[in-house]
């Protein structure tokens, strides 16, 4: 596709339940990033791939928390055992190659609720 | 955890005016980015300045860094309304791959 594309757009979920978050990336981009964004704030990171290697994921908050990226492309973040302090815009970007000139590839986000 | 913070927190403006922004970072960098966010969309890259680099400039973007003073600017010049965003800065830090971002400033454009 032309960009990167989070889905679902919206997730509402009760507390207590798993939620897995999607990322496509822009094809053949080699990194991948995940953020969380408050309402009025930057986003914090989360953790990062290249290709299918975890890299980084110092910025997940717990072991609730999860991320994978089996074969390259796609990406998954899960999160288990929800609570309310989890409600968020969880934004994905990719990154054409492995030089840290190159910029990042926003998606249009997930915006989870937990009732 | 934010690796910057960008100072003012919120700046409104007429059009047609300059808008200036800082961003001050915490620790050494290779290279800092500007990002804008319309309205809660996706961030889009605007400009990177690398850390041997002191000033960069494209279309209206200014951009400065000093790293003495751990610190860049963005100047928009002659703003459009088009131009209300949030502004938030990016550092790569020692050849390390981990983006972070600073808490951004809210800019309008009164037309």
């Known amino acids: 596709g032309a960009g990167v594309s989070q889905s679902p757009r919206y997730k509402v979920t009760k507390r207590g339940q798993d939620v897995a978050l999607r990322c496509d990336p822009i094809?053949?981009?080699?990194?991948l990033y995940w953020y969380r964004q408050a309402l009025g704030q930057g986003p914090e990171f989360l953790t990062y791939?290249?290709?299918?290697?975890?890299?980084?994921k110092s910025g997940l908050p717990n072991d609730r928390f999860s991320a994978e990226r089996p074969e390259g492309s796609i990406s998954t973040l899960t999160i288990q055992r929800t609570e309310q302090r989890d409600s968020a815009m969880y934004r994905c970007?990719?990154?054409?190659?492995?030089?840290?000139?190159?910029?990042?590839?926003f998606g249009n986000g997930t915006r989870l609720t937990v009732t | 955890s934010q690796q910057g913070e960008e100072d003012p927190q919120a700046l409104s403006i007429q059009e047609g005016e300059n808008a200036t922004m800082n961003c001050s970072y915490k620790?050494?960098?290779?290279?800092l980015q500007w990002y804008r966010q319309n309205s809660g969309r996706g961030l889009v890259h605007l400009i990177l300045i690398r850390s041997n680099e002191r000033e960069k400039h494209s279309g209206r973007l200014r951009v400065t860094l000093d790293t003495s003073k751990k610190s860049s600017s963005l100047l928009i010049t002659a703003s459009r309304a088009a131009d209300t965003a949030s502004y938030f800065c990016?550092?790569?830090?020692?050849?390390?791959?981990?983006?972070?971002f600073g808490t951004g400033t809210k800019l309008q454009v009164i037309p």
């Open positions: 791939f290249n290709y299918e290697a975890q890299q980084d």
């Open positions: 620790t050494s960098i290779n290279n």
């Open positions: 970007a990719s990154r054409p190659i492995l030089s840290t000139d190159s910029p990042l590839h």
């Open positions: 094809s053949g981009h080699v990194s």
């Open positions: 990016a550092t790569n830090s020692g050849g390390y791959q981990k983006v972070t």
